[in-house]
């Protein structure tokens, strides 16, 4: 059974970085592609980028100047990184794996303030 | 980026009738629609991929079918476990996007 479990603060300042781990169990970092999505309060959904086990990545154009993703492959886990951020970006963020570029299985979600 | 529009935006039913949402595309996305199911506090689950592929474990109950721009969510006999949120979201054209959800609640 895959689970994917998301770790990071529930709380970030304004301008700062937020930074979040998406641990994988069930499976291996190298199996598959692995993705973020985001859900602000009340709102739809968001897809955020993906990434593969070599490094290669895909952003949003709406975020991609602000995002880094990566894989430890030692930890069979991958992180984001989202930089400079504002209210906006206060949201639920899930982890989720790709198969086929399809969302198959999806973390619990962490809900991730953006204040001072 | 494509747009997808679901209707209707609510859908009031009773367990046991059935349930048709719908999932319109802004541009074809030939079949490549996935429908997930969320509840409160939980993450998505997907239910159907490439538009009528149920995913592992989904029961009989839920089918999917169209192509091109227009799609839609049957499912067959409401269980009062299937009140929850609906979104359809396409994978043909980057970034993916999803519908705003259809809320299939308790009348």
């Known amino acids: 059974q895959v689970q994917l479990q998301v770790s990071g603060p529930g709380l970030v300042k304004p301008s700062e970085t937020l930074s979040l781990t998406c641990i994988v169990s069930?499976?291996?970092?190298?199996?598959?592609?692995w993705t973020w999505i985001r859900q602000p309060t009340g709102k739809g959904l968001e897809w955020i980028g993906y990434?593969?086990?070599?490094?290669?990545?895909n952003y949003n154009p709406s975020l991609k100047s602000r995002i880094t993703m990566s894989v430890d492959k030692s930890k069979n886990q991958f992180s984001l990184n989202l930089t400079s951020v504002t209210a906006a970006d206060t949201a639920v963020y899930y982890c989720?794996?790709?198969?086929?570029?399809?969302?198959?299985?999806w973390g619990q979600g962490t809900l991730v303030t953006v204040s001072s | 980026e494509v747009v997808l529009t679901q209707s209707p935006a609510t859908l009031s039913l009773s367990p046991g009738e059935g349930a048709t949402l719908s999932c319109r595309a802004s541009?074809?996305?030939?079949?490549?629609l996935a429908w997930f199911q969320q509840k409160p506090g939980q993450a998505p689950r997907l239910l159907i991929y490439?538009?009528?592929n149920r995913a592992t474990g989904i029961p009989g109950r839920f089918s999917g079918s169209g192509s091109g721009a227009d799609f839609t969510l049957t499912i067959s006999s409401l269980e009062p476990e299937d009140f929850a949120l609906y979104y359809c979201?396409?994978?043909?054209?980057?970034?993916?996007?999803f519908g705003q959800g259809t809320k299939v609640e308790i009348k």
């Open positions: 990434v593969y086990h070599t490094g290669n990545t």
């Open positions: 541009q074809s996305i030939s079949g490549y």
């Open positions: 979201q396409q994978r043909s054209n980057w970034p993916w996007t």
């Open positions: 490439d538009a009528s």
């Open positions: 069930g499976d291996s970092i190298s199996n598959s592609y």
């Open positions: 989720g794996r790709l198969r086929g570029s399809i969302a198959d299985y």
